[in-house]
């Protein structure tokens, strides 16, 4: 603890004096435990960072597997045109060996 005192001149013990004290507290634990806190309150900006950057990756991900989901669905419904076709051509294709044999037979 440091304490000055000041009165500008002789001191007489009626006359008023201005003291000021200053008192440095210095406590290791309570710093160490505000570094502490402060190490933890930045690793937990940190976690929430990175929680947000894979939350993120994890919306465009989705988009990603949607748009696939969208691709399958057009490709499954151009296949099933292209079946339907072809067992036309097929029936048609039948039909007109059929006709052949009935005019070979006869």
Do not use: F, R
Not at 1 to 20: C, E, H, L, Q, R
Not at 27 to 47: F, I, K, L, R, W
Not at 65 to 85: F, G, R
């Amino acid at each position: 603890m440091t304490a000055t005192a000041t009165t500008g001149g002789a001191v007489n013990i009626t006359d008023a004096a201005t003291i000021t004290s200053t008192v440095d507290i210095v406590n290791p634990g309570v710093d160490a435990a505000t570094d502490a806190a402060n190490e933890a309150a930045q690793a937990a900006s940190d976690a929430t960072d990175a929680a947000l950057a894979a939350a993120d990756a994890a919306d465009l991900a989705t988009d990603k597997a949607q748009e696939a989901v969208d691709a399958v669905a057009t490709l499954s419904a151009e296949v099933t045109k292209l079946i339907t076709a072809l067992k036309a051509q097929i029936t048609t294709l039948t039909n007109l060996v059929l006709k052949i044999q009935k005019k070979v037979k006869a």
